[in-house]
Each structure stands twice: as structure tokens, then as C-alpha cells.
């Protein structure tokens, strides 16, 4: 017992999964971690000589702590020492798949009040500690076992929140709190000095968090998915490989919000950039395997017939068009022949730049509809016209459609692969209704974080908090800074030599830092009071306004990816399609209310709309790389197509 | 789309995006690993679109005009209804998002100046009346012309250019006079006490959000804004010299009153120039409803909760 617990006092050990000791939850009593599994009896179908199996599974897990760390492996760590189980391939055992009877399992996981703890690492530049609050995440599914064609799983998410806090905060107050903690994770002072210790007293997650220094920079409201796979190798309904996805997901939004001031918004950006960077550089090992799988594309390419390149989008690719196209020959609308469309599109009349209502005569005086020059609807017909109806008066009529152009058609798929190539869907992926605001707001989350050189760099009287002071006067200032800096170069060092042996005593003593004070020491001299206030007037002054901010709403986003498999026909890796209903950009810098800085231009008579496509529309084609994956002379990751 | 953009936004916005000097460390985690490169765009290209712009500048820099920084004198004047055309754009071959969007603004850029540099001086607010009513006067020749050489009925056509110059100079006498009642008030409530501080001096309400349809929609705030001048200057007149009485005399009171004459004299000026302004854009509003639209839509459509 001893010597295991020695290896404690000389390891470093560190939560992963805990119950919150920094949070109170809504119910004390309610367990952690609770799994329910119900066995339901066999139940015999009318006319079914076999039982048909139904079990639920329930897990839940509430009010618990997932702490990240981006180097650890403990999940292959895991892996390695639980039992492997090879799982048994029906096929290659037929006598497993014959007489196993079918079942479902109705499997239910609700996750609700956890949080997702990262640290960003010592090596990284950006300084910064995240929790990510989960309201409540529910995931079900029906599992078939066989399984069938179709499989769902449905997934809602409520109440997300992300803080953010510009420094490492140390988790030794919270580790310190947990079940055996004193015998498992012995104080260690230099990894507590490292990190910024404070104190928890607050009652709510979020006035805890704010004590902390944490700030909530992110919240989305709700999530809704519905995930459904296909297996088109079962029997069933046959598949149009161009349009039917193996992998359909369907998710619905709410709100997505991010209020930040100017810190922490740089802070917030700054440290899902750099994870990001982490999680998606290539090893020279992933390197080499990416190359050997272009080389091996690359081969198949050359040695089959050839096949179209990416063909540059010069066709228009809206859904609408193709629609129009392939419904051109036989469109009557509510079955009337008058409604018949006749004609194609008049290629020749290129429609002006500013001036998109404009209509024109087709001249039936040449054949196939088609002519030379389209007629200007401005102008009165010509005299060899003579007998056409007249001049054409345009009048907009507003329509309101309720279908969705994104949710037909390819994209213009078939258009960007080339002619020739065999297009399978992948899997698609739809979202509806996204609602996306960006407030920024004038002043700093953390205003006691600036540095004087940031503040003297700041205009004290001006409009706005964040506001640089004028040009002259910044260089004034930096001048003034840097012989403030050259009068102490000669002290440096002095500083240096204590600054090394204070370091080395901090790390050499390993008593905990609690040095008595004398009672003395707290209580401030009258002219440190006055200073005292005017520091705190100042951080009041450059903390956040809330009256004072820019926001971006998007509103009514709906978003389509079209991702298709590898194919040596083509080299279209995915369409996407987005289309926004509401786009505006809004101040209250200039004026005490909000005002649309950039938005809709809602003009009915000199510029109407048409309500079945957004206020921004846009459409991006990608395409696998077949060439060279090679690295440059400064280590930059190249592609070449 | 539709902008309306005063120079103290923009300032906002350079000074929340701006970089802070700070000595970059170089980053050494990354030295042994690939990081992923930015997209590369074969091409992005951006459809032509139209852009109805209101500039509202608030300080000139003269300096930086000294120093050759010609884009300061936008800031002259005010920009009301400049309509830009945007033609369509296409960048080819580069990498990032970065370099997407400086070549779509260079290639805008070099448009606007090339040909549509003319309408920041037409549509500059000290000679946008003289710009839309020439306008208006060019339509009564133009129209009339355009029917005689296409065998139209001209007279027809002279009733249009007509209705069309009638409509512009009324247009724009009320839009002008409006606005400059409307400068005449704010300056005088400023003496007296100014619009937005909330005190019994103060002799000029807050306009409503919503602009005003027509004629009937103003008796509100008209009748509100006399009635604060009269308020304001009762307050000067008689209400201050009773308190000065009862704390300092009769000495006193003369004092209040003797500086209360001018407020007596503009606050009730001020409220009756709110009044007439207020009016006036009822009626640009009832002659031009679509305008009184577009000038909500940039003023609502924010969730409740955002206010």
C-alpha cells in the first residue's frame, strides 16, 4: 500500500473526468454517471414464429468536468490496457448472422450541466484557459441489429456557453477539492507558481466564473440534428448515385451570439486559431502518407483514359437554371397551353449591370426564336415590327415563394465535374435557420491586463475607449516610452541578477507560499488610498461599455455541402451552397440608438426583390489535389493542382 | 445594399481591428510540423450589385491632407443617396482569404474612380438638390425629345417630365428645409439647455423611431415640441425666479430673471422650429413613401432583445 502510494507523491497526476467542485448543481443528490438497461421480454409478432428483442439503454451523465489536455494520449493509453474484442464479421460468419435473432436497442444519452476545461498548453503563444458549458445534449437512436437499409440518430443540444479567461488559471483549488485528493495529487509548487491561482465564492456557474476572470464570450442557443446513414446495399429503393447521399445530416440552429470587446475577442480568436493549427498540422509521417496517396491517384489517373479536368464555372450553376433547362420543353403552368415556354433564353441580350427588371420582344420573324440583336423594351418597336402588341411597361410583381432553390437540384455539380465523370454522393449536409450575431463592444474585458505602454497609447478624452491617440501624438508617446526605457537599461542588469535569484529560491523552497503578513500590510496609507481610487476610476473607465458597439447579424442562414466520393472520372471533392435571408452590420458608435450601418436596401419601386433568394448568396466548389503535395524552402505545406 | 456610415463607426471599427505593436514571438511549437496553408482560390468571383450609400463625416483631417491623403476631402461633406454600381468581379489564382478580398476591393476601388468618381460631388449634400433638380429639369427635354424621335406622344411625354421635375423640387425644398430647420433647432436648444439631457430646461423632445407618414402623423411630437419650448421657458422665467427669491431675495430673483429673457425669448423658437421641421418630413414622407421606408429599415429590424 505504501509504495503505491508512493508512486503518487513522485508522478504528476491529473483529472480527466470528475463531478464540478467549482460549480454548485441544481441537484446535489442526482448521481454523476447513472446507466439504465432494460431488457424487455421477447415479444412474438402475430404470425411470426421467431421473438423480436427490444432493449433500452439509458446513460446519463450530469454536472461533470472533461478536462482537456492537447498532448495526453490517455484515451490510446485506455484502449491499450482494456480488453481487445475482435468483432465478429456477419458475412464471414454465416452461422452468427442466421441465428442471432433480430433486436433493437433504443439507446438514450442525455448529458446536462458539464463542462469541456482546456488550458492552452505552456508552448503555445497565446496564454488563455476555456470552458465550454453544456447546458443539456440529448442524444437517441433506434439501433437494428441486422441492421437496417435506414439508420437515424437524432442529437438536441441546448444552452451552450464558452468563457474564456486571457490566463493559465491554475486547477489546483479545484483539484485540491476532490475525492482523495491530498493522497493522489500532492501539491506540486512549481506547477501551482506557473499557473494564476484565484479564489471561487460565487454561488452561480457564471458569478463564479467571472471571479475567476472568466468572461462569456459565446452562447448558442440550440441544436437540433438528425443524422440519417444509409445502406444502399440492402434491398430497397434504387439508389441515383448522383443524388442520393449515403450520410444525410439535417441540423437546425438557434442563436449563435459572441459579445467580446477588443482583448478578448483577440484572446478568444487567438486560441482556437492556434488549436486549430495543432490539431490539423501534418507529422512528416502524415506528410508522407498524404504524398504516397496522390502519387498512387496521380498513377490511376494516368493510366486510365482520359478524363475531364475541373471545368471552369463559365455555365450558370444555380439550381433554378438547371430546373428552368430540363423544364423548359413541357412547362404549362396549372396545365393552361398559353403558359407554355417557347423559347430558351435569349443568350444574345445580356442583361445590364443595375437595371435587372428589364424585359424584351423575342423577333418570331427569324427562325428558332433566336435574334441577332435583343430589342431595347424603352424604345418604341421599329416600323418593320409593326404589329407587335407594343411598348413593355415593366411592373414588378413582389412573388413570395416558400420553396427553397438550395434544397433542388445538384448545384451545378455535374457542370463542375466535367461531362464524362461518374458523381456519387458522399453525404449531404443541410442547415436551416442559423442565426448568427457579433456584438463587439468599446472598452476591455480585462482592463487591469493592459500594460502602461497600452495605455499611454490610448486617447484619454476621445470617443470611444479603444480610440488610438492621433498620430503626432502616438509618436510623441513612444518616444517618451522608449527613453523611460533607455533611463533603466543601465539598471537592467541589477534587475536581471535578482530577478534570476528570486526564480531560484521560488523553485528551491518547497514549503507552500503563505507568508505572514503583518496586519499592517493591508491597510493602505492615506496617499495610497487616492491612488488606490484612481486606479479603480481608471479600470472603470476602460472596461467594457455596453452602450457602444458593433454588431453583424446574419439571420435566416441555410447552408447545403454536397461531399462526393473519390472517383478517378473527376475531381469534385464538394459543393457548397449558402444562402442568407438577413444580413446587416450595426453601430452605436455615432448615435445613442442602433442604426444599420450596411444592410438591405428596401426600396420596392426602384429596385424590387425577389424573395426566393437571399440577401447574400454564395456558392463554393472544391477539388481533390492530384498532383504534388511537396514542402518549401521555408517548410510551407505547398499543394499544386 | 443599403449603407449609412458615419465616420466615428469607421474609427470604431480601425480601432477594434487595429494590431497592437507587440514584439511577435516566433512561433516554435510548429517548427517540426506542417501547418495546413490557407485555400487556394482558382476563382472567386462576385456578381454585380448595387450599393445606395449616406456618408456622414464628422472631422476633417487636415494634416493628413497636407501630407497628400486626398480621400480626406470625403469628409467635406456629407453623402446622401450616392447609388454605386458594382459590375462584376473576378480574382483568379489566390491564396487566402486575405488576398480574395483585397483584389475584389482594389478591382471595386479602381471602378468607382474610373467611372463613377462624379457622383461623390453630385451627391454631396450641398449640391444634391442642384444635381436632383437638374435632374428633373434635363427629363423635361429629354422625355419629350426621346417621344418625338421614336414617334411617342409628346405630349404625354412633356406631362411626364413635368410631374417628374414637379416632384423632384418639392422633393427636395422639403427635404432641404427640413433639414435646415431642423440644424436651426438643434443649435438653438443647444444655448438653452440641449436635446438629449433630461431636464426641465431642455426644450426639444426626442424624436420618435418611427418616421412620421404623412401630415397627421406629426401633431404629436410638433405639438409636444411648443409645448417644451413653452415649458422651457416658463422654467427660466418664473419657476427659477420664485426659488432664487425664496433663497436670495428679491436681488436674486431680478438676476434669474434678467438671464432667464433670452431662453424666454429662444426656447419657445426652438420648439416651434422643431415643430415646423417635424411637419415638414411628414410631408417629404406622405409625397415619398418608399424613402420613409428605407429609412425605418435602417433604423428597425433588431430582435427585441438587442435594444
Redesign the interface.
Given at each position: 500500500m505504501k509504495q503505491r502510494l508512493r508512486i503518487y507523491k513522485e508522478s504528476l497526476v491529473s483529472p480527466i473526468l470528475f463531478r464540478s467542485k467549482i460549480f454548485s448543481p441544481i441537484c446535489q443528490d442526482a448521481p454523476s454517471f447513472l446507466v439504465d438497461i432494460r431488457d424487455t421480454a421477447s415479444i412474438r409478432s402475430i404470425g411470426e414464429t421467431k421473438g423480436f428483442s427490444q432493449k433500452q439503454l439509458h446513460v446519463t451523465l450530469y454536472h461533470l468536468t472533461l478536462r482537456h489536455n492537447i498532448d495526453s494520449d490517455w484515451i490510446e493509453k485506455l484502449q491499450e490496457i482494456l480488453p481487445q474484442t475482435k468483432l465478429t464479421d456477419p458475412e464471414h460468419h454465416p452461422s452468427i448472422k442466421n441465428e442471432s435473432p433480430p433486436s433493437m436497442t433504443r439507446v438514450f444519452v442525455s448529458i446536462a450541466d458539464c463542462n469541456l476545461d482546456y488550458s492552452s498548453?505552456t508552448?503555445?503563444?497565446t496564454e488563455s484557459r476555456s470552458i465550454v458549458r453544456l447546458g443539456d445534449l440529448r442524444f437517441s437512436s433506434n439501433i437494428m441489429i441486422p441492421a437496417n437499409r435506414n439508420q437515424a440518430y437524432s442529437i438536441s443540444l441546448g444552452d451552450l456557453s464558452y468563457h474564456i479567461s486571457n490566463q493559465r488559471i491554475s486547477h489546483s483549488e479545484e483539484d485540491s477539492k476532490l475525492c482523495c485528493a491530498p493522497i493522489i495529487m500532492p501539491t506540486n509548487p512549481g506547477r501551482s507558481r506557473r499557473c494564476q491561482s484565484v479564489s471561487m465564492h460565487g454561488t452561480t456557474a457564471e458569478a463564479v466564473l467571472r471571479e475567476m476572470g472568466f468572461v462569456d464570450i459565446l452562447g448558442l442557443d440550440s441544436v437540433d440534428a438528425v443524422i440519417a446513414v444509409t445502406d444502399w446495399s440492402c434491398p430497397g429503393q434504387k439508389r441515383e448515385p448522383g443524388k442520393d447521399p449515403r450520410i444525410t445530416t439535417s441540423l437546425t440552429f438557434g442563436l449563435l451570439s459572441v459579445n467580446a470587446c477588443?482583448d478578448s475577442f483577440n484572446c478568444f480568436a487567438a486560441t482556437v486559431g492556434e488549436l486549430q493549427?495543432?490539431l490539423?498540422?501534418?507529422?512528416?509521417e502524415?506528410?508522407s502518407r498524404v504524398r504516397g496517396a496522390t502519387v498512387r491517384r496521380n498513377q490511376e489517373r494516368t493510366t486510365s483514359p482520359a478524363v475531364p479536368t475541373?471545368q471552369?464555372?463559365m455555365q450558370r450553376v444555380s439550381g433554378l437554371d438547371s430546373e428552368q433547362k430540363g423544364n423548359s420543353d413541357a412547362f404549362l403552368l396549372d396545365g393552361y397551353d398559353w403558359t407554355e415556354i417557347d423559347h430558351d433564353p435569349l443568350r444574345e441580350w445580356e442583361i445590364p449591370?443595375?437595371d435587372e427588371q428589364v424585359a424584351g420582344w423575342y423577333n418570331s420573324l427569324l427562325e428558332g426564336g433566336t435574334c441577332s440583336t435583343g430589342l431595347d423594351p424603352r424604345?418604341?418597336v421599329p416600323d418593320q415590327m409593326r404589329g407587335y402588341p407594343g411598348r413593355i411597361i415593366h411592373h414588378h410583381f413582389p412573388f413570395h415563394s416558400i420553396s427553397n432553390p438550395m434544397s433542388e437540384g445538384d448545384m451545378g455539380a455535374a457542370g463542375h465535374a466535367g461531362k464524362g465523370s461518374e458523381l456519387v454522393l458522399k453525404s449531404r449536409v443541410l442547415i436551416h435557420k442559423l442565426a448568427v450575431?457579433l456584438r463587439?463592444y468599446?472598452g476591455y474585458d480585462w482592463p487591469e491586463k493592459l500594460n502602461d505602454r497600452?495605455k499611454k497609447?490610448l486617447r484619454r478624452n476621445g470617443?470611444?475607449v479603444?480610440?488610438?491617440l492621433p498620430?503626432?501624438e502616438a509618436v510623441k508617446a513612444k518616444e517618451a516610452l522608449a527613453s523611460e526605457v533607455a533611463s533603466k537599461f543601465e539598471d537592467e542588469d541589477l534587475t536581471h541578477m535578482k530577478r534570476k535569484v528570486a526564480i531560484m529560491a521560488d523553485l528551491l523552497s518547497s514549503v507552500q507560499d503563505v507568508e505572514e503578513k503583518s496586519p499592517f500590510d493591508e491597510t493602505p496609507l492615506p496617499e495610497d488610498r487616492a491612488k488606490v481610487i484612481e486606479q479603480k476610476a481608471e479600470m472603470r473607465r476602460l472596461s467594457r461599455k455596453t452602450k457602444?458597439y458593433?454588431?453583424v447579424?446574419v439571420n435566416g442562414v441555410t447552408v447545403r455541402i454536397d461531399a462526393y466520393e473519390e472517383s478517378i472520372t473527376h475531381r469534385l471533392a464538394s459543393v457548397i451552397g449558402v444562402s442568407v435571408s438577413?444580413l446587416?452590420v450595426?453601430?452605436t458608435?455615432?448615435?445613442?440608438?442602433?442604426?444599420?450601418?450596411?444592410?438591405?436596401?428596401?426600396?420596392?419601386?426602384?429596385?424590387p426583390r425577389d424573395t426566393r433568394f437571399g440577401?447574400l448568396m454564395l456558392k463554393v466548389s472544391?477539388?481533390i489535389a492530384w498532383r504534388k503535395v511537396f514542402?518549401s524552402s521555408t517548410?510551407?505545406?505547398?499543394?499544386v493542382? | 445594399m443599403r449603407a449609412i456610415i458615419d465616420q466615428r463607426a469607421i474609427h470604431f471599427i480601425q480601432a477594434f481591428l487595429r494590431n497592437d505593436d507587440r514584439n511577435e514571438k516566433k512561433e516554435t511549437w510548429s517548427s517540426h510540423l506542417h501547418l495546413i496553408p490557407p485555400p487556394r482560390f482558382r476563382s472567386f468571383r462576385v456578381k454585380a450589385w448595387k450599393l445606395k450609400v449616406d456618408y456622414i463625416p464628422q472631422k476633417l483631417d487636415i494634416s493628413a491632407l497636407r501630407d497628400g491623403s486626398i480621400v480626406e476631402l470625403i469628409n467635406l461633406s456629407p453623402i446622401d443617396g450616392m447609388v454605386i454600381t458594382l459590375s462584376q468581379v473576378s480574382v483568379e489564382d489566390v491564396v487566402g482569404l486575405g488576398d480574395v478580398m483585397g483584389g475584389l476591393t482594389s478591382n471595386w476601388l479602381q471602378e468607382i474612380v474610373s467611372t463613377q468618381l462624379h457622383k461623390f460631388l453630385a451627391n454631396a449634400r450641398l449640391f444634391e438638390p442642384i444635381s436632383d433638380v437638374g435632374q428633373g429639369l434635363s427629363d423635361l427635354v429629354v422625355l419629350p425629345y426621346e417621344a418625338f424621335r421614336n414617334g411617342e406622344d409628346v405630349r404625354r411625354a412633356m406631362t411626364t417630365g413635368i410631374k417628374s421635375l414637379a416632384e423632384t423640387v418639392t422633393f427636395q425644398a422639403l427635404t432641404t428645409s427640413s433639414r435646415l430647420t431642423e440644424y436651426a433647432a438643434n443649435k438653438m436648444s443647444a444655448v438653452v439647455g440641449g436635446r438629449y439631457h433630461n431636464s426641465a430646461a431642455n426644450a426639444l423632445p426626442a424624436r420618435p423611431t418611427a418616421a412620421p407618414k404623412g401630415i397627421r402623423d406629426v401633431t404629436g411630437h410638433a405639438m409636444e415640441s411648443l409645448a417644451r419650448g413653452l415649458h422651457a421657458a416658463n422654467y427660466k422665467v418664473v419657476i427659477v425666479p420664485y426659488r432664487e427669491y425664496n433663497r436670495n431675495g428679491a436681488a436674486g430673483a431680478a438676476t434669474s430673471v434678467l438671464r432667464g429673457i433670452p431662453v424666454m425669448v429662444v426656447a419657445p423658437m426652438t420648439g416651434a422650429t422643431e415643430a415646423l421641421s417635424y411637419t415638414l418630413l411628414g410631408a417629404r414622407n406622405a409625397l415619398r413613401p418608399d424613402i420613409r421606408r428605407e429609412e425605418e429599415a435602417s433604423r428597425t429590424g433588431f430582435a427585441s432583445y438587442d435594444i
Open positions: 498548453p508552448f503555445f503563444e477588443k493549427a495543432k490539423t498540422a501534418l507529422t512528416d502524415d506528410l475541373v471552369p464555372s449591370d443595375g424604345v418604341t450575431k463587439f468599446d497600452e497609447l470617443t470611444f479603444i480610440e488610438p498620430r503626432d457602444i458593433l454588431q447579424s438577413d446587416f450595426a453601430e458608435a455615432s448615435l445613442s440608438y442602433p442604426v444599420k450601418m450596411l444592410g438591405e436596401w428596401v426600396n420596392e419601386s426602384e429596385h440577401t472544391s477539388a514542402i517548410s510551407a505545406l505547398l499543394i493542382f | -
